[in-house]
């Protein structure tokens, strides 16, 4: 990838964010930090997120209307939730500078041809990506330069897509921190759907299934949080509006991912059941030993608390 960037510079004139939250506000930091952008901007809906991104300094100006925020951007990303995407298409093609670059970070894929795509007018360039990197908080004062650092950033541009386009937006993600990789968009929404998805849908059910437990109350949840379920917690924190959209635009990647994962569940219970150590001893060991191989790869760490410390900012997987 270093070679087909070598010529693509990472520096645009102006950035326009559409959605500051933890993302938006975490590419104008790191932006700010690599110097990738003369001007950041950015377009919030309500004025008390405009004014908190004003108040940290992290953008140049910021907008309620999304086409005064695209005016004049050579590169556009939208970070806002999967469900406006059309909404935001609407808004800004009229106002979207001819040769500009248009991106997002919506943890699907499939669906930003459909939704976005339409509006996108010729001599604009779609490139679609997700950085595969995060929080369960949100908000500008979420967000941090350094989220990106090491992580992998997916991109799905397709096969019409222009190609210099696509380099200098790799360019743009390398400079943020992040490794790029090229992928179909369908490819995108299967992988993710089981290392994402799934684990959040998992994480929702099991903390509302905790909670309904006649014989738990929810005062003793709470009390007798061990690490497992209280990580649990902290998935299940994450935005519901951006979930509830993840899971309608991803439907048909997490219902087969859903379907192996529950025979799969069901082979444990048949285990525990009829006293199989051994098998279970091998899935469990199995198991740790994709944990290990993805510290070795660089995406957590073996750290107590896995990695994490009061006061730190979280970088889940």
Request: proline share 5%; hydrophobic share 40%.
């Amino acid at each position: 990838m270093a070679s087909e960037t070598d010529n693509a510079s990472p520096h645009f004139d102006r950035l326009a964010l559409i959605g500051v939250g933890l993302i938006g506000s975490s590419i104008a930091r790191a932006a700010r930090r690599a110097d990738l952008a003369t001007t950041i901007v950015g377009c919030a809906r309500t004025a008390k997120t405009r004014d908190k991104a004003m108040e940290l300094g992290i953008v140049d100006a910021m907008y309620e209307n999304p086409a005064e925020a695209v005016a004049g951007a050579d590169l556009v990303i939208v970070c806002s939730h999967l469900g406006s995407y059309a909404t935001v298409g609407k808004a800004i093609a009229s106002s979207l500078m001819p040769g500009a670059i248009v991106s997002d970070v919506g943890s699907v894929k499939g669906c930003v041809a459909r939704d976005l795509g339409p509006h996108i007018p010729d001599g604009v360039h779609l490139v679609p990506g997700h950085p595969v990197s995060g929080s369960e908080k949100s908000g500008p004062e979420a967000g941090f330069a350094e989220l990106f650092d090491g992580r992998w950033w997916i991109l799905t541009p397709g096969e019409e897509a222009d190609t210099q386009a696509v380099q200098r937006l790799t360019a743009f993600v390398q400079a943020l921190g992040s490794r790029v990789e090229i992928m179909a968009a369908s490819r995108h929404d299967l992988v993710l759907a089981i290392t994402s998805h799934l684990p959040h849908l998992i994480a929702y059910n099991i903390v509302n299934t905790a909670d309904d437990m006649e014989t738990v109350t929810q005062g003793e949840v709470v009390k007798y949080s061990a690490g497992g379920f209280r990580d649990f917690t902290r998935i299940a924190a994450s935005d519901p509006e951006f979930w509830r959209d993840v899971f309608l635009n991803n439907r048909d990647a997490v219902l087969e991912t859903l379907g192996r994962f529950t025979e799969d569940l069901l082979a444990l219970q048949r285990a525990i059941r009829w006293g199989q150590g051994d098998n279970l001893l091998r899935q469990f060991s199995q198991a740790r030993d994709i944990r290990q191989r993805i510290i070795q790869a660089g995406q957590d760490t073996d750290a107590p608390d896995f990695g994490r410390r009061p006061g730190q900012p979280v970088k889940p997987d």
